[in-house]
């Protein structure tokens, strides 16, 4: 069994082709991502809807609906190995999503617009699902420094990843606005339950909660997390998202023959 150690903005995971395969893959994402101590497991499958599916899961084993940056890195996976052109289609469980390559290392997908956008969840805390089924997301601003105040800030962030407010539980995005259409971004995950370096559907979750508090004036976002800056572009109209585009950069770290 070959399986690819991949990076998308400081997100690892590892990846296998399964097409024609029946794997445990709950089983295989702890065991792997335990070699590697990677974020998140994912498997290229058979669509009859797409180009291909992904099967996505956390380093827990419990299954995701969607992965930003995941599916930046299974896109690049499914060119490299042959699977899709440089546009295609990734089925998920949130929905279809449309991925497209820009260069070697940078990819660029079509996250699910959102199915559930509640400004005031929980006061000030919004409330997004990207795509039907949605990722879940809370989002805050903060006013500190997020790369300063992290580890002061984690049991806070774990105990809203919990919070009754949110039925589904929730990846909690903070954002530092650092000038218009820039922020950071610090987000504690469901499935890893902790800090990750970074998270595709959290800053997307965050550029739409901008966007319809019209504070992205060129409907742009630039994200920096503390494993690197992804671009958000924002459509819509009426306070409706209709297209949320992420963009960024992937590496392919090693090959593992198992």
């Known amino acids: 069994m070959q399986v690819t150690y991949m990076n998308g903005a400081g997100n690892d995971f590892m990846v296998m082709d399964a097409r ?6 709950a089983k295989l994402a702890v065991e792997l991502c335990k070699l590697s101590n990677a974020d998140g ?17 956390n380093a827990d084993g419990s ?11 299974i ?3 499914a060119y490299d190995h042959g699977i899709a052109g440089k546009t295609m289609v990734v089925e998920t469980d949130a929905g279809l999503v449309p991925g497209e390559r820009l260069d070697e290392n940078t990819y660029r997908v079509q ?29 805050a601003a903060y006013k500190g420094d997020l ?18 407010a949110f039925p589904k539980g929730a990846n909690v995005n903070y954002y530092q606005p650092l000038e218009p259409g820039v ?17 595709g559907t959290g800053g997307g979750s965050v550029a739409c909660v901008l966007w319809l508090e019209g504070k992205l004036p060129e409907s742009t976002l630039t994200a920096h997390s503390r494993g690197g800056t992804l671009k958000y572009t924002v459509s819509g109209g009426n306070g409706v998202v209709t297209s949320l585009l992420l963009e960024g950069p992937t590496e392919v770290v090693r090959t593992y023959e198992l």
């Open 20 to 25: 024609g395969q029946q794997p445990n893959f």
């Open 75 to 77: 896109c690049r996976f």
């Open 147 to 164: 790369w300063v105040d992290a580890d002061s800030l984690r049991e806070e962030m774990r105990a809203l990843r919990f919070d009754p």
């Open 111 to 139: 996250l699910n617009n959102p199915g559930v956008l509640d400004l005031h969840r929980k006061g000030d805390i919004a409330y997004v699902e990207l795509g039907n089924p949605g990722v879940p997301h809370a989002v």
């Open 63 to 73: 299954r995701g609906e969607m992965c930003g940056n995941g599916a930046r890195c």
């Open 183 to 199: 922020v950071r971004i610090l987000t504690f995950e469901r499935g890893v339950e902790d800090f990750t370096l970074a998270c």
């Open 41 to 57: 497991f994912m498997a290229v499958d058979d669509s009859e809807k797409a180009d291909f599916r992904l099967h996505f899961y």
